[in-house]
């Protein structure tokens, strides 16, 4: 009789099967699961050196897969790393002028100081006045031999200060790359204000980052994910396209990275990835030239480490009013696609070239899209490339698809096109998108019911750094739709149920990893990654999810992370 390494007994475990099953005991022997059931049938595996754990009634999941996070630069925009000046560290313009001069009285003259976090609809002069946005001046006083640079919640924009234009050479006269957006006050002076592909201006002189910082940020993320029960992560923006992003962080020195430690076999945790070929503002032939070039790397367990696909950028974000929407924001305008091109005809066939591209290389294709104009026109892309290349089973998916309407979720569905959402997005600015879209428009925003009744496949991401990978707070707000500052329910018909909600993160996030046969669920044969977190999950008032603690997290039959008692 081979005896298992592992039983785990007494608990309500959720084995995401077919039919989300629920049952007590499960056991592991090796890096696999081997028995799942009631405690008889799990009992003949228990041997003389069998670790037996009384789970107490606590809940065991499916290793959680944050399907789309940046983790290396999670691990540069979080402290030891960055300064924090996300809400609630901070709640002010004062409070981020007051962080930054803490920082200055610390470095020395010349120094960066770069930080990340900081959000326009959780600043107390913003909100209190009508058109008061952060800029440069407000830096300046605190700041004037230190260049300043600090990213928003979203990256999507950056706030910078005086000294840091006078370093790059950035003025009035400066070429803003294809849409991005450098804004100006209405004497069209500059803010330090810069959006989308803008940013690069800036982003392209700070600190190159030597292979020693970027590694250590990589573990300081890898051992964030962990205590947060998450057994599995794709990072979607690795390649020349992100040179210039979080600091190089998102280039393919971060690539390289991350095949540096899979092949000491020191990951701990499993790294799926998407090349990104070119940045916010690239062209299709860029996007061409970079994908020819880049030699993808591989480890030596591609269960633990491997290259899925390619990222394309669509357009920007909402709060940006970056997002290429049908009917016009509040206040006017409709935004645009990011890519290269001086009209709308030419930037959607530069996206749709560069679709069709990365699928005849053979590649998965991950599409950044947020606006329903967008939306439809990455949508026709995606399904052009299929019709006109056929392939088997490529799963490309929607990043983000914030507005994705119910006419193009249907057509999603049929040609078997995910949608990777993000609740802890919708949860953090669900009170600030009614100013920018409107009402009706916020409450759809991030679709679920609709994006589950079309059969869409649906995977859940926390799009860290940009939230914190708390997919405990992605549950509860699929369920709840409550916002983070109000708690004000946004679009009460687009709640979906806890099973619905955990295979987002577990079953169908191993769809999108191509991986639903070996990882995912909890059934004899799947490598035995487990989540186990205190209470029951079944149970427990959805308000409350949120606070439920990770108590152990396993990693092909490894514990890489217990919680101290």
């Given at each position: ?525 799947k490598v035995a990654d487990l989540t186990i977190v205190e209470g029951d999950l079944e149970t427990i008032d959805p308000h409350d999810i949120p606070a439920m603690a990770v108590l152990r997290t396993v990693v092909g039959g490894t514990v890489v992370y217990e919680r101290t008692p």
């Amino acid at each position: 009789m081979n005896y298992a390494d592992s039983v785990y007994i007494n608990g309500r475990v959720f084995t995401v099967d077919a039919n989300f099953s629920i049952t007590s005991s499960v056991a592991v022997t090796g890096d696999v699961i081997t028995a799942v059931g009631t405690y008889d049938d799990v009992a003949e595996q228990i041997g003389p050196d069998t670790a037996v754990i009384d789970l107490v009634g606590n809940t065991v999941l499916p290793g959680i897969n944050d399907s789309h996070l940046h983790a290396i630069a999670f691990g540069l925009d979080t402290p030891p790393l960055s300064l924090d000046v996300a809400y609630p560290t901070v709640r002010s313009i004062a409070d981020v002028v007051g962080a930054v001069q803490t920082a200055v009285d610390a470095a020395a003259d010349g120094e960066w100081i770069i930080g990340t976090g900081w959000d326009e609809g959780y600043l107390d002069e913003c909100r209190d006045e009508s058109g008061r946005s952060p800029t440069r001046w407000d830096l300046d006083a605190v700041s004037a031999n230190n260049p300043v640079f600090l990213q928003d919640f979203s990256r999507h924009t950056s706030w910078v200060n005086s000294a840091a234009l006078k370093l790059v050479g950035v003025d009035e006269n400066t070429a803003v790359p294809e849409g991005g957006r450098a804004i100006k006050n209405a004497d069209g002076v500059l803010t330090g204000i810069f959006m989308e592909g803008a940013q690069s201006l800036v982003q392209s002189a700070l600190p190159i980052l030597d292979d020693a910082r970027r590694e250590k940020a990589a573990r300081s993320a890898i051992a964030s994910l962990q205590r947060e029960g998450i057994t599995s992560f794709t990072d979607p923006a690795l390649g020349p396209g992100g040179e210039a992003l979080a600091g190089g962080a998102m280039g393919s020195v971060g690539l390289a990275t991350y095949a540096r430690l899979a092949a000491a076999d020191e990951l701990g945790i499993r790294v799926s990835v998407l090349l990104l070929p070119c940045g916010m503002s690239g062209t299709a032939e860029e996007f061409a030239d970079n994908l020819a070039s880049i030699e993808p790397p591989t480890g030596p367990d591609p269960r633990m480490f491997r290259v899925l696909g390619v990222k394309v950028f669509a357009d920007g974000i909402p709060l940006s009013k970056t997002s290429w929407m049908h009917e016009e924001y509040v206040g006017g305008g409709c935004g645009s696609l990011c890519v290269g091109g001086e009209t709308d005809e030419r930037r959607v066939e530069q996206v749709t070239e560069m679709i069709r591209r990365g699928h005849v290389e053979g590649y998965q294709v991950g599409v950044h899209v947020t606006g329903d104009r967008a939306i439809d026109t990455v949508a026709s892309a995606l399904i052009a490339a299929q019709r006109d290349h056929p392939r088997d089973d490529p799963r490309h998916y929607l990043i983000h698809g914030d507005f994705v309407s119910r006419e193009t979720l249907d057509r999603l569905a049929e040609a078997g096109i995910g949608v990777n959402m993000n609740p802890t997005i919708k949860w953090t600015i669900a009170d600030l998108e009614p100013e920018f879209v409107g009402r009706d428009r916020a409450a759809y925003e991030f679709p679920y019911r609709s994006a589950a009744d079309a059969g869409v496949r649906l995977m859940s991401s926390s799009d860290a750094p940009v939230t914190m990978p708390n997919w405990r707070q992605g549950l509860s707000t699929m369920i709840l739709r409550e916002s983070k500052a109000s708690k004000t329910v946004s679009g009460p018909d687009q709640t979906i149920t806890l099973a619905q909600a955990l295979r987002t993160y577990t079953i169908d996030a191993a769809w999108q990893d191509f991986a639903e046969d070996w990882k995912g669920s909890i059934e004899v044969g799947k490598v035995a990654d487990l989540t186990i977190v205190e209470g029951d999950l079944e149970t427990i008032d959805p308000h409350d999810i949120p606070a439920m603690a990770v108590l152990r997290t396993v990693v092909g039959g490894t514990v890489v992370y217990e919680r101290t008692p």
